[in-house]
């Protein structure tokens, strides 16, 4: 460590060391043994009208200034009474060394008799001159300086180490300053540096403590040790600056560390903020947060003050400063800004999100939206099946998107996002409905009314809610047409009722709500247009599906008590018969002729009259893994079928 005071005929005299403050070696209550565990050391201030720190009296010599530290008889220098602390250079890579050091230096420069401006309003005074860079800070004139802010004197700072090392419950963290004291007609009354390392972690051995050691050394990464760091420096080094006299006869109450737990949060309302103050005993204590109001702290045990302050819901402050003060029964008042952070409250909720959209896609539906702010921790989605509500929460994103895969098809829904700001404050939700369609096309498609029949151009479709629909004549759909069916869709037919397909069709039932066709002559497949039937019954009709030409898959569905046969496969068609029940056709479950090439995988044929298929295509069938009662054998398949893997 290096210091130095500057005299008119000895220029390198070597300053002596103040006293350290006394040993605390008393218990504190919960809050402030812990609260004070990762505290600092600070100076403290009495207060005064003039926008400037009036310093505790710590001397009562009447000189104007306190000897040399070097031979007796040193000559004595005249000292500045009125000092602003500039802007620091930081020569290290830690962006937080800047506040954490220049704070903590302001502080403990507090207590050495000298009047400070707060740093705030030396910042504004800067900045209204036109410096904000501290390495052209010191470019500047130091009487333009001293004119623009005010005062007698100015201390330049120049941060030359900040380093952290972390290794699981130990950390180490080292810290350099250099200080120059300079008065305004330029002469440098007092210099100085001194690099620190602090420890954390891996002291105590019982389970709390090892869990204490831990959060300790984690801390060490963050602010509140880091300033601790900076305060063990200064303590070291602040005490070799020279001090003015004192101003009069009686000193203000003396503040040690003020102390808060609200480093690093934003608080909101139900938060409980608790802030702890270590000074003289016998005192009035209290602490300001700036911009809001006071609270007064009960001391317990001595001189120990604190207090739990429950956050109301009204209150907004950003970057505000933690000030304790300290009073005597005389009204002497000595204050601190608490070095370990500023205050945050927010209880203003955040906007609505923007631009809030619900779109199908496959089997789930996907929501998207836009933030309204930056500071936004996580969105809330609630889903309801009324406009109206109930809302339960299904989930929170940290991205403005979030896919709901719990959804049925065809299925209508409402959805409400909410922004939940780091504050823990939440805004107001937007609500959108969506529904989850197998197809885009069932939102766009003109419904259909019974009873059915005709001819069918362009894109229409069936609704549950329209039903039930009578079909006694033929209903075309023609090449140019597509005819979509909802679930729980219900079709009944007479006798020359019939549907025949050469454009799309999709039958999109499922298992709580099939689509059903009673009766009537089935339906032809007559086209190469896509055509997917899915969970639909198709009872007592003659032939069920007569399939021409095409690729239809089929899949899921029960064809039961047919009059004639399930399915007439001819031509060259290519249909996909999947996992359906096929029972009680009374003219064979499946018959197979032309050049047609069906698939057969996982079905249960079961009572079928007077065989479960018959191939007479040129092509053998692929009819592996199905289910035959009774079993599959030549009086059951004929004809080349290859039905292995059958399953009883």
């Not at 911009?291 to 402050?317: C, H, Q």
């Not at 549950?464 to 009578?470: N, T, Y």
């Not at 289910?627 to 004929?638: E, Q």
Request: with cysteine; charged share 20%; net charge neutral.
């Amino acid at each position: 460590m290096e210091t130095t005071m500057i005299h008119p005929s000895e220029p390198h005299a070597t300053d002596r060391p103040l006293e350290e403050p006394p040993t605390r070696g008393r218990d504190a209550t919960r809050l402030c043994a812990l609260l004070l565990a990762v505290g600092l050391l600070g100076g403290c201030a009495a207060a005064g009208k003039s926008g400037f720190v009036a310093m505790p009296s710590l001397s009562t010599s009447s000189q104007k200034s306190e000897p040399a530290p070097t031979t007796p008889g040193a000559p004595k220098v005249e000292l500045p009474e009125r000092v602003a602390v500039l802007p620091f250079l930081n020569r290290t890579k830690a962006d937080e060394a800047f506040d954490i050091m220049r704070k903590t230096i302001f502080n403990h420069l507090s207590t050495r008799n000298y009047r400070l401006p707060h740093l705030h309003d030396v910042d504004q005074r800067l900045a209204a001159a036109g410096w904000s860079d501290p390495a052209a800070i010191e470019q500047v004139d130091t009487g333009k300086l001293a004119d623009t802010l005010g005062v007698d004197g100015v201390l330049y700072g120049e941060i030359t180490h900040f380093d952290r090392i972390y290794l699981g419950i130990y950390a180490q963290i080292a810290v350099g300053v250099r200080l120059r004291l300079v008065a305004r007609d330029g002469r440098e009354v007092w210099r100085g540096e001194d690099t620190v390392r602090t420890h954390a972690g891996g002291v105590s051995m019982t389970p709390v403590g090892l869990i204490l050691n831990a959060l300790t050394a984690a801390a060490h990464l963050r602010e509140v040790n880091m300033y601790r760091a900076a305060d063990d420096l200064a303590r070291e080094l602040i005490p070799k600056i020279p001090m003015p006299p004192r101003m009069g006869s009686v000193a203000p109450p003396r503040i040690l560390q003020v102390v808060h737990d609200g480093v690093g949060r934003i608080l909101h309302y139900g938060d409980r903020l608790k802030v702890a103050m270590e000074g003289d005993p016998n005192r009035k204590g209290f602490v300001r947060i700036e911009g809001w109001r006071s609270f007064d702290l009960r001391e317990e045990p001595k001189g120990f003050y604190s207090a739990e302050i429950t956050i109301p819901p009204k209150v907004n402050i950003r970057q505000a400063a933690l000030t304790g003060v300290l009073a005597d029964d005389n009204g002497l008042e000595s204050s601190q800004v608490s070095p370990l952070g500023l205050i945050t409250i927010d209880n203003q909720p955040p906007a609505p999100v923007e631009g809030l959209t619900a779109t199908a896609t496959g089997e789930a539906i996907r929501l998207q939206w836009r933030s309204p702010d930056r500071d936004i921790y996580a969105f809330a989605v609630a889903r309801a099946d009324h406009a109206l509500g109930p809302f339960t929460p299904i989930g929170r994103s940290k991205d403005a998107r979030f896919t709901d895969r719990a959804v049925r098809p065809f299925a209508t829904y409402y959805y409400r996002v909410a922004a939940i700001d780091l504050a823990g404050n939440r805004g107001e939700a937007v609500t959108v409905p969506a529904r989850l369609l197998p197809d885009p096309r069932f939102a766009e498609a003109a419904p259909l009314a019974s009873p059915l029949g005709g001819e069918l151009h362009g894109l229409h479709v069936l609704r549950a809610a329209d039903g039930p629909f009578r079909l006694q004549q033929p209903l075309r759909v023609a090449p140019d047409g597509v005819l979509l069916v909802e679930p729980g869709v219900s079709i009944v037919a007479g006798d020359q009722g019939a549907l025949r397909i050469e454009g799309t069709l999709r039958m999109a039932g499922t298992s709580t709500a099939p689509i059903r066709l009673q009766g009537g002559r089935g339906i032809t497949l007559a086209g190469t247009a896509p055509v997917v039937i899915e969970q639909a019954t198709i009872a007592q009709a003659a032939i069920a599906f007569t399939i021409q030409a095409g690729a239809p898959r089929i899949h899921r569905c029960r064809i039961i008590d047919s009059r004639y046969s399930a399915f007439d496969i001819q031509g060259v068609s290519r249909p996909q018969i999947l996992e359906n029940e096929i029972a009680g056709a009374s003219s064979g479950a499946v018959v197979v002729s032309g050049r047609a090439q069906p698939v057969l995988h996982g079905n249960l044929l079961h009572d079928n009259q007077p065989f479960h298929l018959q191939n007479g295509s040129v092509y053998r069938i692929d009819a592996t893994g199905n289910r035959w009662r009774p079993p599959a054998g030549p009086t059951t398949i004929l004809g080349d079928v290859d039905y292995s893997g059958a399953q009883p």
